[in-house]
């Protein structure tokens, strides 16, 4: 079909059938009788209003950008919103200074456009924020920023979702109702820091890793890292080569492996099974590692690449770290009972003072707090029911980008699976 064509076929759900012919406007209502066109960028400012749209994006990051640009593809209309001031906050604002995508560019691509050709194997944050407003500009992608989303619920009469959100400059109400709605809020949404009896009362610096940038601020000081995930482990790195006394927190069993192994079995599963790819993994990491047990890193039973299908947990890429544990640079550590004044007593009774405590203990969705009846497709942990493939689409119109734990090349799948599935429905409803 032919843009003009997926331009008509929308138009059963903007009121009155208009006929709108650019994602640029929006339709808006102010009064019960009046439908009038405005661009976007004056909406704002001629009401406060209410607002309907084909399709309503929540979240700007990679996920809700690369439904837009796939939307885009098919003339479907959108509006997506951010509560941030920016799109993709996590990776412009929220991430430390030495970060690379820990896999091959070739496994991190958006919908619709490659890196440049001269770009890394392995691209820092920084190329892929570049990456991602070229992607922006490339798809004449409409953002709004400031736009916290209050409430969200299916109406049954209207056959639509009705959004309240509030611009949090002007604290201008804005109540959106759109056919499709996308939940790509992110799985990162809000930091996830445990319950440890004493923390609140720790005398030194507390941090989520969020919001640690580099070692440099931490030279000659005792620092916890509590997490030994790639950014717990890469935190731990960057700590200890900035000349800060670095122990780190490991409890969980976890795979450690070279970004070389992983971009090679990510390749090899497209056409071995992966059972046999994840033993040759293995094998290939105790080769270069040896065995790393005896040093408190202890392996999963299940392979890498399984383990991060099932559960989403992906292997640790080392960087440095296991070299500067195994030369006793870093310090392992088991769990934490509790902390007493500066004190933390592990779990043994092992007892040792800190100046600083970095929690990289990931982050977690907060979906659940502003859409009240998503049950069709999310837990109560804001996570998809469904596992991976089906998690996407729940009942009603209602979709998420990005939750699958399967980073950008699975946030690249949903965002062709939902703008596919919604041009379909537009399809089959038009006929």
């Not at 604002?93 to 770009?119: G, Q, V, W």
């Not at 691209?123 to 992608?141: A, E, G, H, M, S």
């Not at 939940?183 to 445990?194: D, F, L, T």
């Not at 919604?422 to 006929?431: E, Q």
Request: with cysteine.
């Amino acid at each position: 079909m032919n843009a003009q064509k997926h331009t008509y076929m929308y138009a059963p759900f903007v009121k009155n059938n208009l006929h709108t012919h650019s994602i640029k406007q929006t339709t808006v209502t102010s009064s019960p009788n009046t439908i009038t066109l405005y661009p976007s960028s004056l909406v704002a400012l001629l009401f406060s209003m209410e607002e309907e749209t084909v399709v309503l994006i929540v979240g700007a990051g990679p996920a809700g950008l690369a439904t837009a640009a796939c939307l885009t593809q098919f003339s479907i209309p959108y509006v997506i919103i951010q509560r941030e001031d920016c799109s993709a906050s996590l990776w412009r604002n929220r991430a430390y200074d030495r970060l690379k995508l820990h896999l091959a560019k070739e496994f991190c691509e958006l919908p619709h456009m490659s890196y440049p050709k001269d770009a890394p194997t392995y691209i820092p944050k920084d190329q892929f924020v570049n990456y991602l407003d070229n992607y922006i500009d490339c798809f004449n992608i409409q953002r709004r920023y400031h736009t916290a989303v209050e409430s969200c619920m299916y109406d049954e009469g209207r056959k639509c979702w009705a959004t309240m959100a509030r611009d949090k400059v002007t604290s201008m109400v804005v109540k959106y109702k759109a056919r499709f709605l996308v939940v790509a809020s992110g799985e990162n949404s809000a930091e996830n820091i445990p319950v440890i009896p004493g923390l609140n009362y720790f005398p030194g610096e507390v941090i989520h890793s969020s919001r640690y940038k580099s070692g440099s601020a931490y030279s000659g000081k005792n620092v916890l890292v509590v997490g030994c995930g790639n950014s717990g482990m890469e935190i731990a790195y960057d700590l200890a080569t900035h000349g800060a006394n670095t122990s780190i927190v490991v409890r969980s069993s976890v795979h450690v492996m070279t970004k070389e192994l992983i971009r090679f079995g990510m390749t090899l599963v497209q056409y071995l099974p992966v059972n046999v790819v994840d033993s040759l993994l293995v094998k290939m990491s105790n080769f270069v590692f040896g065995d790393l047990s005896r040093y408190g890193i202890v392996r999963p039973k299940i392979g890498p690449l399984l383990l991060k299908s099932n559960t989403g947990r992906s292997a640790v890429i080392d960087v440095g770290t296991v070299g500067l544990i195994k030369r006793g640079v870093i310090n392992i550590l088991g769990g934490i009972s509790k902390i007493k004044d500066n004190i933390v007593e592990f779990e043994g009774r092992d007892e040792r003072a800190f100046d600083a405590i970095i929690f990289a203990t990931g982050y977690r969705s907060t979906a659940n707090n502003w859409l009240k009846n998503g049950k069709s497709m999310l837990n109560d942990d804001g996570m998809p029911k469904k596992r991976f493939p089906n998690h996407w689409k729940g009942a009603d119109g209602l979709y998420c980008a990005g939750l699958a734990k399967r980073g950008l090349a699975g946030i690249a799948m949903d965002a062709k699976n939902i703008a596919n599935d919604i041009l379909s429905t537009i399809d089959s409803m038009s006929r």
